[in-house]
């Protein structure tokens, strides 16, 4: 899956529009445009989605993660001797990030999460999800793939789109 995907499939599942994008974005430290969210937001023509080139970089979609974060739960003042901006995940696997933002994001707990994977029908249980949901480095952390990535995409579009 690539990043103009994941960007397209959280844009529907959670019903935002151009402004709002903009404004999500803003909020992470990026300054784009609408015209900007709306080339970020066009699937390439390639029929192969796992071969087409990405438009959007990891840390675009990083931003756009951190910035939701603050646009669903509001700005959180630093405490002392804590960076003003959380780092960026480096070289974690961009999925993993998506779905630890996204569990920050939307005030999800992991029986959440659970409901939201079962929703799309990938039955997921609790270690699996705590693997996916570790640091990377850590001896139990699981790289998520695709699937897990679309199932989670398309049972947050179910929980909120009805």
Request: hydrophobic residues 35%.
């Amino acid at each position: 899956m690539i990043n103009n995907d994941r960007l397209i499939r959280l844009r529907y599942a959670l019903d935002l529009k151009n402004d709002e994008m903009v404004e999500i974005f803003k909020l992470g430290d990026m300054s784009v445009t609408k015209e900007e969210v709306g080339e970020m937001l066009t699937k390439p023509n390639d029929s192969d989605l796992e071969e087409a080139e990405e438009t959007v970089d990891d840390e675009t979609v990083e931003r756009f993660l951190n910035g939701l974060i603050i646009y669903k739960r509001g700005k959180q003042e630093p405490k002392p001797g804590q960076p003003e901006r959380p780092a960026l995940s480096g070289d974690e696997w961009i999925n993993n990030v998506m779905l630890k933002k996204l569990k920050i994001a939307l005030k999800l707990t992991s029986e959440d999460m659970l409901d939201i994977f079962d929703k799309a029908g990938v039955p997921v249980t609790k270690g699996q999800l705590s693997a996916l949901l570790r640091k990377k480095g850590h001896k139990h952390y699981k790289d998520c793939g695709d699937k897990f990535a679309r199932s989670f995409l398309k049972g947050l579009t179910v929980r909120y789109r009805g």
